[in-house]
Every structure is written in C-alpha cells, then in structure tokens.
C-alpha cells in the first residue's frame, strides 16, 4: 500500500489544475467521459486509456487516443 500513496503523492505533486473553456457534449458514448477529451484538448495531450472504444468520438477534437502499453512505449522512448 505504501508504494501506491507513494506514487499517488507523486502523480497529485505533478498534476495541474486545467480549467475547461470547451463545451462539446454530448461528444462520447458515456456521457461521463466528456470532460476528458476537453481536458485533453486543453493539455494538448493524448487519452491514455484501456477502454478506447468509449473515446471513438475523440478523434475529430485531434485528439490521440492510446492504450496504457502505447503510451508507456512513447515514455520509455524519452530520455
């Protein structure tokens, strides 16, 4: 359990609060969801998630949609 507050302090300490200025929605098929490619847009960052079937929508915002081995691929490349 220490290793996962460990790195939750870690993530939290790194994070930015983002305000959102876009209002899309309904963009995806869980209305839920929503907020993230607005947050995506506005980071100009890729949707790092398992579940891309859910994101399918994203893609006309520009938005890259990957999936968490992708994506560590893309980091492990940079160093």
Known sequence: MQDIDDFLEYLCGRS??????FRWRPALRDPDDD???E???RRGA???TYNTKDFAGAGRFG???IRPK???SLMG???
Do not use: T
Request: glycine letters at 4%; a positive charge; charged letters at 10%.
């Open 35 to 37: 907020c993230i490619p």
């Open 70 to 72: 992708e994506f560590l």
């Open 46 to 48: 890729p949707v790092v």
């Open 39 to 41: 947050v995506a847009v």
């Open 77 to 79: 490349g940079r160093k």
């Open 16 to 21: 930015n609060l983002v305000q959102i200025y």
């Open 63 to 65: 938005i890259q949609v």
